[in-house]
């Protein structure tokens, strides 16, 4: 079965659903690296992608934010930057699956029993919340920037880069 819009994930409804342990059948968490670049220096600069809405933000979309960050900078800045994902996607995402085209409204049950399978994971997010931080140098702060810019693309969500010292 093909994936639904994100658009159909992201609003905060309900209870959170975290409890991994009651439930079968979860897909494992796309985002493969937590902590990207050079972990052992400490760089001077600290730069924030900051949400600007509540909202969820599936995994798969996160793990695409770091690829095309981590991109920009393994190609401007190699060794001099840090990368970190500052949130785990907890909640599980849930769905009700039908069959769907031509013919399918004499196979579906229709709502019967309709809590859902699990299909994801996504990260409930607040306003302020940091998604990723890069530390770097004073030199790489431009490519620190475009590389949180286009990570920003990848999120259903409105974001701002926020620049500070360590």
Known sequence: MTRKPARMYRSIEGQVYTRQEYMGGIPTCRVTQFDT???KEAFPMKI???CEEAAQVRDIALEAARISAVRVLDK???NGFHLKVRRYPHQILR???MAMGAGADRIS???RRAFGKPVGH???AQIGDELMTV????ANLEHAKEALRKAAHKLPIPTRVLISPT
Do not use: Q
């Open 37 to 39: 670049g050079n972990l």
């Open 48 to 50: 924030s992608l900051g």
């Open 76 to 78: 401007n800045a190699p």
């Open 95 to 97: 769905e009700h699956k």
């Open 109 to 111: 049950d229709g709502m």
């Open 122 to 124: 996504a990260v409930r």
């Open 135 to 138: 530390y770097t140098t004073v």
